[in-house]
């Protein structure tokens, strides 16, 4: 290594090691000999660099890493994925039914919907704070498996069903729009339909696809707060669901007739398929964006099974992540303009069924992760 300057030999220690605490600058590459460390086996114990503390750090932030003494274990904080969230009890609606909704898991609104035979055709709106529903202003006609987009304070809730007897066709075209007190009519769909998916605000949305005059339909049509377009079509038809903004919005799973995994972006100009679900789902709750999203619940293979599945879009690719604690089947929506703020309220658990149980999703900013070895 060459011998020590004299500029230098105040920072040998008495114990032979060298001080380098007042030293700055970069070594040159031809100043270190690699053989040097050939014989080093031990580079430090934990506490060395690494901090040593009795009980993990109550706010750590992405990229610390500490040791445990007291669980003898390495740790370290990380940015949160959707595989870190899991699904909350919230409260109950006031009615149990498969209703259409948008907004979050702290301001939602729930609306319409169907509990079987004899209130087939609901108007009643629930509004969420977080914690419970309150009972506000009726939609004008009651009708279920509603497109829907917003927030809860601003959305629109268009097409929709309604059973017999009422006059056919059983879809509707009707469009209202919500103002966070009252429901108004506004002008129709081009066509009507059901079941299909909804994504925006209440002045810049989509409806996609669904049912359509009684046929499964590729049509979708765009909002612009006054009135409706039809823009490009999805390449599939089917029902499904759909999150997301006007140009950026995606469309995923349903029946066309059988189950789908099919998969759908939407760019502002037109559709792309994509990478499909994991497993061939309708009837899902949809919240989040177009770059990330949840396909939660919903019915799968075989006959059409209500499922408690979570699956989180990266972008790319689905991936299955922690599952609701309740299986149910939605009625249409978007329950959630993130993933963090995912709300699924009520549905239908099989049958005649219907639950008024509320799930939120629970995600935090960072996440204590601890290091294993085999």
């Not at 969230?85 to 319409?112: D, E």
């Not at 004899?118 to 629930?126: C, D, R, V, W, Y």
């Not at 066509?191 to 299909?196: E, I, L, P, Q």
């Not at 499964?216 to 089917?238: K, M, P, Y």
């Amino acid at each position: 290594m060459g011998s020590i300057k004299q500029n230098y030999a105040n920072n040998v220690l008495t114990n032979g090691k060298f001080d380098a605490t007042d030293l700055d600058g970069v070594i040159p590459n031809t100043n270190i000999n690699d053989n040097s460390i050939d014989n080093v086996t031990v580079f430090g114990t934990a506490g060395f660099g690494i901090a040593s503390v009795a009980s993990d750090p109550p706010s750590p932030t992405a990229g610390d890493t500490w040791y445990n003494t007291t669980s003898n274990s390495l740790k370290y904080s990380k940015t949160t994925t959707d595989a870190d969230g899991t699904f909350v009890s919230g409260g109950n609606l006031n009615l149990g039914r498969q209703l259409s909704q948008f907004g979050s898991n702290t301001a939602g609104l729930g609306f319409g919907g169907y509990d079987g035979p004899p209130n087939a055709e609901i108007t009643n709106t629930e509004s969420y704070d977080g914690t419970s529903w309150t009972e506000v202003n009726d939609l004008n006609i009651g009708r279920y498996s509603i497109m829907s987009f917003g927030v809860q304070t601003a959305g629109i809730g268009a097409a929709g069903y309604r059973s017999p007897p009422t006059p056919t066709p059983h879809q509707t075209a009707l469009t209202e729009s919500w103002n966070g007190t009252s429901w108004s009519e506004v002008n129709d769909l081009n066509s009507a339909g059901r079941d299909g998916g909804g994504a925006g605000t209440q002045t810049a949305g989509l409806c996609v696809s669904g049912v359509r005059s009684a046929a499964l339909s590729n049509s979708v049509e765009s909002w612009d707060g006054t009135s409706w377009t039809e823009i490009a079509e999805v390449t599939t038809s089917r029902t499904g669901r759909a999150t997301g903004i006007q140009t950026a919005a995606i469309f995923f799973g349903g029946e066309e007739p059988a189950l789908s995994t099919k998969n759908e972006l939407w760019n502002g100009t037109s559709w792309t398929e994509v990478g499909d679900l994991n497993t061939a789902t309708g009837g899902q709750f949809a919240s989040g964006i177009s770059t990330r999203a949840l396909s939660t619940g919903g019915n799968v293979p075989p006959g059409s099974t209500r499922s408690n599945k979570n699956e989180a879009w990266d972008g790319t690719s689905w991936t299955e992540v922690n599952n609701l604690t309740n299986a149910r089947a939605g009625s249409g929506g978007m329950s959630g303009t993130t993933t963090s703020g995912a709300l699924v309220a009520g549905g239908n658990s099989g049958g005649v069924t219907y639950v008024a149980t509320t799930e939120e999703f629970s995600l935090t900013p960072q996440v204590t992760k601890t290091i294993t070895t085999a």
